[in-house]
């Protein structure tokens, strides 16, 4: 996997604006020699983009598509998908104005939705259910699993809304036609029928619950990731757990959380009145008061604007920290694994102090 460095921005050089449909373009980067070993990254991993829009500083974070290279060896390019969002102040600039030539503020790889590949990897047979723009980190995944392990299989199960909408259309059928006989391919669509295959409609609970072992030996599977709208994510990770897959083998990536679980407040009644935050940062530590409702990383980010965060919806897991002392209460969480929230782990960007004093490790 690739190495856990604190993320940075970089200038990079746009080499290629692709329209993949009406509403998602595909952006290349060309990355520098002296700048590659910055870019190493591990299948699944996103790139956080940055502007400045009207004085106010826009950061967007895209999973990277294109396979990681053999052996951890250094990128020359990076590929990011881009959905439009209506009104999104980073999108409609991606779609309206971005031209080969540009140059963009452009963060080292993150993120923990991965499949560590490793020349001695046992093959396996892997498989993903995804929703729109989710299939973005699976396309890299899928690609170098298949690329990299000779005898592995990979499944993958999309649901869009039509064809026309499909991001990554022609790189999926090229994978079918490199590896007819490693690589199986399952459509739905939920607002167009189809000639052959899946009837339209969503892939809820039941339907995934019916599905999943008519295709693939579920519970053998080496590995599952589910990525897209937060309903199809969290129908898959219960349908696989009811058909008894152990939660270690279910990798999860939430790309909208518009309809997901409002944050919980009902703690805020009994936050200290006053409280401070110790984080350490880079090697240097520092101590500031909690001011209001803000969380840990707005505490932090008003004495050290270098602190690390890309989101701050909870989502992306850029501002992960390990709480070293004291207590928070989380917002929302979906970026940590249960194992990693046991182990100690935070949202900095989610997380309130229920204690006076609490120290985060960005370091660690």
């Known amino acids: ?68 290279p053999a052996d951890g060896a250094a990128p020359h390019t990076l590929r990011v998908g881009v959905r439009l969002v209506d009104g999104g102040a980073f999108s409609t600039y991606a779609h309206k104005e971005i031209a080969v030539g540009d140059e963009l503020e452009v963060m080292t790889p993150a993120g ?38 000779p005898r592995a299989r990979f499944c993958l199960i999309r649901s869009d809304r039509t064809t026309a909408s499909t991001m990554f259309l022609e790189e999926v059928a090229d994978l079918k036609d490199r590896y007819p006989d490693r690589f199986q391919l399952v459509t739905v669509l939920s607002r167009e029928e189809q000639q052959a295959g899946l009837a339209s409609g969503r892939l809820d609970q039941e339907r995934l619950t019916a ?9 053998r599977m080496a590995g599952w990731f589910l990525c897209g709208p937060y309903g199809l994510v969290q129908s898959a990770e219960r ?18 959380v518009d309809e997901g679980p409002a944050p919980d407040r009902t703690a805020a009644a009994s936050a200290p009145a006053h409280s401070t935050v110790t984080a350490q940062l880079d090697g240097r530590s520092g101590t ?39 207590s928070v209460r989380m917002d929302r969480n979906f970026a940590l694994e249960p194992e990693e929230t046991e182990a100690g782990y935070v949202l900095a960007c989610q997380s309130h102090p229920t204690t006076e004093k609490v120290e985060l490790d960005f370091d660690r």
């Not at 803000?294 to 505490?299: H, N």
């Not at 004495?303 to 004291?326: E, I, M, Q």
Request: aromatic share 6%.
């Open 288 to 326: 500031w008061p909690v001011q209001g409702a803000e969380s840990l990383l707005e505490t932090v980010l008003r004495n050290r604007t270098d602190a690390p965060y890309a989101c701050k919806g909870g989502v992306c897991g850029t501002c992960r920290a390990f709480l070293v002392s004291g």
């Open 211 to 219: 599905l999943l072992p008519a295709l693939l030996p579920v519970e």
């Open 239 to 256: 349908a696989l757990r009811g058909l008894g897959v152990r939660r270690e083998r279910i990798h999860e990536e939430i790309f909208h």
């Open 112 to 149: 923990r939705f991965t499949l560590d590949i490793t020349p001695d990897a046992a093959p396996g047979h892997y498989a993903a259910v995804v929703g729109g723009s989710g299939i973005t980190p699976v396309l890299s995944i899928a690609t170098t699993v298949l690329q990299q392990q």
């Open 1 to 68: 996997m690739a190495a856990a460095a604190r993320a940075r921005f970089h200038r990079l050089p746009v080499t290629a604006v692709d329209r993949l449909t009406d509403d998602s373009v595909a952006l290349t980067f060309t990355v520098p020699p002296d700048l590659r070993d910055a870019y190493r990254h591990a299948p699944g991993q996103h790139l956080a983009l940055r502007r400045t829009v009207d004085g106010t500083e826009v950061r967007r974070t895209y999973s990277i598509c294109s396979a990681a």
